[in-house]
C-alpha cells in the first residue's frame, strides 16, 4: 500500500512569489490534513480537508489556502510568501470518523523562501 | 494555556536505561492519545496510541494514560542509540473530530 506522498520535496521560492505543496492520501482516506513545522516551533496546524470540504482550519493568514479534489489528493497554496514562511510543510491522511485512528504523514515539502 | 505540553528536554540516557517522556493536556473532553517520533529531516511516525486509562505496551515502548491526571507518557525500556529522536505527543481535542493537537515535542539522546 503507498503511503501518502507530497511534491515537491524542496520548493526554493522568492518572497512574495507563490508557491503550490501537493498531497496524495493513502488509498481510502478521505481526510488530509496540512501541518507546518518551522524551526523550533512544532507542528503547527492548518488546514483539514475531508470529502472535498474544508473542515477546520489553524491560526494562519488567508494567504494560507488550499483545497481537495475529488480523489482527495490535495493542495496547499502560500501566496504572497514571506521570509518566516520558511518551513517543513506536513501533510497527513486518515479514515473519515476514525479518529483513534491517528495519522499517516507524508515525507514532507521543505520550502525555503528567499 | 498551552492545550499539549511536552517538556522542553532534551532528554539524555545511556544505553540499556529507562527512558521516561511525559506530556500533559489541557483538554478534559480528549479522548485519543498519540505518540509519533520524529527522526532529523524526517516526517513524524506514530509509534502508539492510547484510549483508555492504564498502560499499554509494545515491544520496549509502553504509553501510559490517566485522564484525571490528564497526563500521558511514554516508557521506553533498553534504549538503544537508535531511538535518539524527537518525541511528539498528540491528542485530539474535544469537539474537532479526529483533528490532532501536537506537543512541541521532547529531544531524546541515548548515549552508547
Known amino acids: 500500500e503507498a503511503g501518502v506522498t507530497q511534491s515537491p520535496t524542496h520548493l526554493i521560492k522568492t518572497r512574495g512569489q507563490q508557491a503550490t505543496l501537493r498531497c496524495s492520501p493513502i488509498s481510502g482516506h478521505t481526510s488530509v490534513y496540512w501541518y507546518q513545522q518551522a524551526l523550533g516551533l512544532g507542528l503547527q496546524f492548518l488546514l483539514w480537508?475531508?470529502?472535498?470540504?474544508?473542515?477546520n482550519r489553524g491560526n494562519f493568514p488567508p494567504r494560507f489556502s488550499g483545497r481537495q479534489f475529488p480523489n482527495y489528493s490535495s493542495e496547499l497554496n502560500v501566496n504572497a510568501l514571506e521570509l518566516e514562511d520558511s518551513a517543513l510543510y506536513l501533510c497527513?491522511?486518515?479514515?473519515?470518523?476514525?479518529?483513534?485512528?491517528?495519522?499517516?504523514f507524508g515525507s514532507g515539502t521543505r520550502l525555503t523562501v528567499v | 494555556q498551552k492545550e499539549v505540553e511536552q517538556n522542553s528536554g532534551p532528554l539524555s540516557v545511556p544505553e540499556g536505561a529507562i527512558a521516561s517522556l511525559n506530556c500533559t493536556y489541557s483538554d478534559r473532553g480528549s479522548q485519543s492519545f498519540f505518540w509519533y517520533r520524529q527522526y532529523s529531516g524526517k516526517s513524524p511516525e506514530l509509534i502508539m496510541s492510547?484510549?483508555?486509562?492504564g498502560d499499554k505496551e509494545d515491544g520496549r515502548f509502553t504509553a501510559q494514560l490517566n485522564k484525571a491526571s490528564q497526563y500521558v507518557s511514554l516508557l521506553i525500556r533498553d534504549s538503544q542509540p537508535s531511538d535518539s529522536a524527537t518525541y511528539l505527543c498528540?491528542?485530539?481535542?474535544?469537539?474537532?473530530?479526529?483533528?490532532?493537537?501536537f506537543g512541541k515535542g521532547i529531544t531524546l539522546s541515548v548515549r552508547p
Open positions: 480537508y475531508d470529502e472535498g470540504e474544508e473542515r
Open positions: 498528540a491528542v485530539t481535542i474535544s469537539g474537532a473530530n479526529s483533528k490532532l493537537t
Open positions: 492510547i484510549y483508555s486509562n
Open positions: 497527513a491522511s486518515s479514515p473519515t470518523g476514525r479518529p483513534n485512528y491517528g495519522y499517516t
